[in-house]
């Protein structure tokens, strides 16, 4: 259960119990059960948890959302949503793929550093969930991921789907791995870990953006080789 270290006030927004707005009840619950959801995780948060937090009862968070899923996929869906809004509109400022690239990863940190709760529903050591909501989630990754696609196939047109595939799985799976030790090392600033990222991120999208000089992804295999045998 969600322990309150004070009572639950009973205005919304401005809004008095019992005259609140739907869709400002709607945003207040979803505030709340992201709280609830990142301290506690899926399998650990009821509807319960839920309403004494919002200090509403089960069925307006029923009325609402349906469940428990529908309640965490709209988690979900509205951290992802800002999640790729972010991410898009920094990397798309520039034509340069060093510049694309080093927004984007700065854009995701700063994600991590200030919606902290919003990561940790999307990203948290409590995120395990089955069913119908498992799936999902799974689509809304997926969803993450040809965003950044998108934009890598941006930086280099040339290079065939499957490559540009690949590396938008890499760059996805190396930020979600570095943001969740930075969560654990907290020291550490954000353009530190940004920088990380970007030092081991870029000297491949690098080797992605030359190999469209020859219009084949061999080529970077081939560069890879090189590189082993020298």
């Given at each position: 259960m969600v322990e309150m270290s004070s009572p639950v006030s009973r205005q919304v927004a401005g809004h008095r119990h019992g005259r609140v707005p739907r869709a400002v009840r709607e945003q207040q619950l979803l505030e709340v059960a992201e709280h609830v959801f990142a301290k506690q995780?899926?399998?650990?948060?009821?509807?319960?948890?839920?309403?004494?937090?919002?200090?509403?009862t089960r069925p307006i968070v029923y009325d609402h959302f349906g469940s428990k899923d529908g309640v965490y996929l709209a988690?979900?869906?509205?951290?992802?949503?800002?999640?790729?809004?972010?991410?898009?509109?920094?990397?798309?400022?520039?034509?340069d793929p060093a510049q694309q690239l080093w927004a984007g990863i700065s854009a995701y940190f700063e994600f991590v550093e200030r919606h902290g709760r919003a990561w940790d529903v999307l990203f948290g050591q409590g995120t395990a969930v089955a069913g119908p909501a498992a799936k999902e989630v799974f689509r809304q990754r997926s969803a993450t991921v040809r965003v950044i696609a998108?934009?890598?196939?941006?930086?280099?047109?040339?290079?065939?789907?499957?490559?540009?595939?690949a590396f938008a799985h890499a760059l996805s799976g190396s930020g979600e791995l570095l943001a969740k030790w930075w969560r654990v090392n907290p020291h550490l600033t954000r353009d530190q870990v940004a920088g990380y990222h970007m030092a081991f991120a870029w000297h491949g999208l690098d080797r992605l953006v030359a190999g469209t000089a020859e219009n084949a992804p061999?080529?970077?295999?081939?560069?890879a080789s090189a590189d082993a045998a020298s």
């Open positions: 995780g899926y399998q650990g948060t009821s509807i319960e948890d839920i309403a004494r937090a919002a200090g509403v988690c979900v869906r509205r951290a992802r949503s800002e999640l790729e809004r972010s991410v898009a509109d920094a990397a798309s400022a520039s034509d998108d934009l890598l196939a941006r930086a280099a047109p040339d290079v065939d789907a499957e490559a540009i595939e061999e080529s970077l295999n081939g560069a």
